[in-house]
């Protein structure tokens, strides 16, 4: 793996999904530790300074949303809604 490997947390309470999709962004070079609520996240983050942040926004107890709060101001964050309303 390269030096100079983005580390990302990758955090959803969806085991079978976070497992694919760190699968997948594994074999496009990144470093996943993966996180399967915002209580793990929180102390994975208390740890480590991860280079990407990746939340599902609706976590059971911690929200994705409070996972990212202490880093808003210094890292740009985009999200997506799963939302039927916003599907096509």
């Known amino acids: 793996m390269a030096e100079n490997a983005k580390h990302l947390l990758l955090v959803d ?5 976070r497992e694919a999709i760190a699968e997948r962004l594994a074999d496009h070079g990144f470093v996943v530790e993966q996180a ?21 926004l609706r976590l059971p107890g911690v ?12 890292i740009p964050t985009s999200s997506r809604s799963s939302s039927p309303a916003s599907a096509p």
């Not at 309470?13 to 999904?17: F, R, T």
């Not at 208390?46 to 990746?54: M, Q």
């Not at 929200?63 to 210094?74: I, K, Q």
Request: net charge negative; proline share 3%.
């Open 13 to 17: 309470d969806e085991a079978a999904l």
């Open 63 to 74: 929200d994705g949303r409070a996972v990212l709060e202490p880093r808003s101001s210094a």
């Open 36 to 56: 399967g609520s915002g209580e793990d996240a929180l102390a994975r983050l208390a740890e480590f300074a991860f280079d990407i942040i990746v939340t599902d």
